[in-house]
């Protein structure tokens, strides 16, 4: 089983949640103190939450100002799937062809942890089981360097892709996309476990048009909130 979310992670998804769902409106305020009352945490926590919300883009300091909930660009979101998307066709390409044994058994394992929260129908479970699936390909891709640029990314678009999982039936078509993932990587087939995860993590399509709604509602929320 996967560790349980630390105080400052769940804190951080609360954040996300209440951000990337126009609970808190662009240019909105974050007061740590207030933070700290509302979620029954110490600061210490409210401080890590907002430092690695601060990493993802979702927040910004301003010296002498405070904390604010930044404001979302869609052009520049595009543009950073477009990146995490040929990172993580890398990851898959250099792990079909280095994984070893044990890396596979926890890849394996990775993906029956997400199939369950899926048929769970747990949302929130599935998003922490993804991101460990993600993390065993990043570590049997054996290219340090590389693993730590797609972890760099996926941190700052890490409340985007919580909002793709909102999207209905994205967590049943994600584990299916999962599966291909894995048998790729199984197979050996590095051409394949590229192209799969690629077009895995890209936004295209009917996705993108989904994607775009998603956030121009979310924008649409944060001027309401404003008005």
Do not use: W
């Given at each position: 089983?996967?560790?349980?979310p630390?105080?400052?992670?769940?804190?951080?998804?609360?954040?996300?949640?209440?951000?990337?769902?126009?609970?808190r409106?662009?240019?909105?305020?974050?007061?740590?103190?207030?933070?700290?009352?509302?979620?029954?945490?110490?600061?210490?926590?409210v401080?890590?939450?907002?430092?690695q919300?601060?990493?993802?883009?979702?927040?910004?300091?301003?010296?002498?100002?405070?904390?604010?909930?930044?404001?979302?660009?869609?052009?520049?979101?595009?543009?950073?799937?477009?990146?995490?998307?040929?990172?993580?066709?890398?990851?898959?390409?250099?792990a079909?062809?280095?994984?070893?044994?044990?890396?596979l058994?926890?890849?394996?394992?990775?993906?029956?942890?997400?199939?369950e929260?899926?048929q769970?129908?747990?949302?929130?479970?599935?998003?922490?089981?993804?991101?460990?699936?993600?993390?065993?390909i990043?570590?049997?891709?054996?290219?340090?360097?590389?693993?730590?640029e797609?972890?760099s990314?996926?941190?700052?678009?890490?409340?985007?892709?919580?909002?793709?999982?909102?999207?209905?039936?994205?967590?049943?078509s994600?584990?299916?996309?999962?599966?291909?993932?894995?048998?790729?990587?199984?197979?050996?087939?590095?051409?394949?476990?590229e192209?799969?995860?690629?077009?895995?993590?890209?936004?295209?399509?009917?996705?993108?048009?989904?994607?775009v709604?998603?956030?121009?509602?979310?924008?649409?929320?944060g001027?309401?909130?404003?008005?």
């Open positions: 089983m996967s560790s349980k630390s105080n400052t992670q769940r804190l951080r998804d609360s954040l996300e949640d209440d951000i990337i769902n126009g609970r409106a662009p240019g909105e305020r974050l007061d740590p103190e207030a933070l700290s009352k509302t979620y029954g945490v110490s600061r210490t926590p401080r890590e939450a907002i430092h919300l601060v990493a993802s883009g979702l927040v910004t300091v301003s010296p002498k100002k405070g904390t604010f909930v930044a404001r979302v660009g869609l052009d520049r979101l595009i543009e950073m799937f477009e990146v995490m998307a040929e990172l993580e066709g890398m990851c898959g390409r250099l079909a062809r280095r994984i070893t044994d044990a890396e058994g926890a890849l394996r394992k990775a993906y029956a942890r997400c199939r929260a899926a769970a129908g747990d949302s929130d479970e599935y998003y922490y089981e993804n991101e460990g699936f993600h993390s065993e990043y570590a049997a891709s054996h290219n340090a360097f590389l693993a730590d797609a972890r990314l996926k941190q700052r678009l890490k409340p985007y892709r919580r909002l793709q999982l909102q999207v209905r039936r994205r967590v049943q994600s584990l299916d996309e999962h599966a291909e993932i894995l048998a790729a990587i199984e197979a050996g087939d590095a051409e394949s476990a192209r799969v995860l690629r077009e895995h993590v890209l936004i295209q399509g009917e996705r993108f048009s989904d994607f709604s998603s956030v121009r509602e979310l924008e649409r929320r001027e309401e909130a404003n008005a």
